[in-house]
């Protein structure tokens, strides 16, 4: 009798100890987790669950300005022609008041860049209707920029330095003459598209500077000119005589810039021909009807 009160003394201390170290553990994981705060001073706000992530950076950040050109597939496109990768958590937000803003990374619209020097990506972009201040100099971003890629061989050829045929995004961008009327378009003409004076029409940059992407396969050899919906208004060179069409081979790069000049148009020239409805071809880049021959004069 008196052992098994002895034993049943001793389990009931063993359970009231560790029922007073659970109490003890309980109240140190619950102060751990909710703290306690003194009279009067608020709690912390939590952060909003809709707020947008930013990308932690592997490197310092380089701050950049610039007017955006296009936003897309990845890829932010600014009036310089260069194409950077965004981060896949790109921050956007006002340029102003670093808060939400109701402003797209599209055309025209000035931005803020922010890049990780560690990857080289745009990790955030601070819009703004209006030109902002200079931070870092174009110099120091430029070697970011995704025409600097490594080309790719294509692996059926053993290794050689060949084509792989995959999608590249080619960027056109022209500056125009400031005669250039504003309320005319600007096309890129193409062999590809039968030489239609209005293949491909461009988005305005500025009253001097059209922009346009397109995807092509790289290998692939693109002959173009510039008009503007005719072929009477086409490009002209710097001595006012019809070029040769331009002509761009498809590297395997990421994104391919190109960037090109019109010195003037036909239409603008006071000895324009009238083209007719001829078109430019590798064999005949200057394709204009030339006048007919005066008659004799009568003795």
Do not use: C
């Amino acid at each position: 009798m008196t052992s098994r009160m002895l034993r049943f003394g001793y389990a009931a201390v063993g359970a009231g100890a560790l029922a007073a170290a659970t109490a003890g553990t309980f109240t140190a994981a619950v102060g751990a987790v909710v703290p306690t705060f003194a009279p009067g001073t608020p709690a912390p706000t939590p952060p909003p669950l809709t707020a947008t992530a930013t990308p932690s950076p592997s490197g310092r950040l380089l701050k950049w300005t610039g007017q955006i050109l296009d936003d897309r597939s990845g890829f932010v496109f600014f009036t310089t022609g260069d194409g950077f990768r965004a981060d896949p958590q790109l921050k956007i937000d006002d340029a102003a008041t670093g808060g939400p803003t109701a402003l797209q990374p599209v055309t025209r619209v000035y931005a803020r860049a922010s890049f990780d020097t560690g990857t080289g990506r745009v990790v955030e972009l601070a819009l703004s209707h209006r030109p902002l201040p200079t931070d870092a100099a174009y110099d120091e971003i430029k070697k970011f920029a995704v025409a600097l890629s490594t080309p790719a061989p294509n692996p059926d050829l053993g290794g050689g330095a060949g084509f792989s045929g995959r999608a590249v995004l080619v960027s056109f961008t022209v500056e125009v003459p400031s005669r250039t009327p504003l309320t005319d378009p600007v096309y890129v003409a193409t062999d590809a598209s039968g030489w239609s004076a209005t293949a491909i029409r461009m988005d305005r940059v500025d009253a001097l500077h059209y922009r346009v992407s397109r995807d092509f396969a790289s290998g692939t050899i693109i002959r173009y000119r510039y008009t503007r919906g005719s072929w009477r208004s086409a490009e002209r060179n710097q001595a006012g005589m019809e070029p040769e069409p331009h002509t761009l081979l498809v590297q395997n790069v990421d994104v391919e810039p190109v960037r090109d000049t019109v010195y003037s148009w036909g239409d603008q020239q006071q000895s324009a021909p009238d083209l007719g409805n001829s078109i430019p071809t590798p064999f005949n880049p200057i394709p204009f009807n030339t006048p007919p021959p005066l008659a004799p004069k009568p003795h």
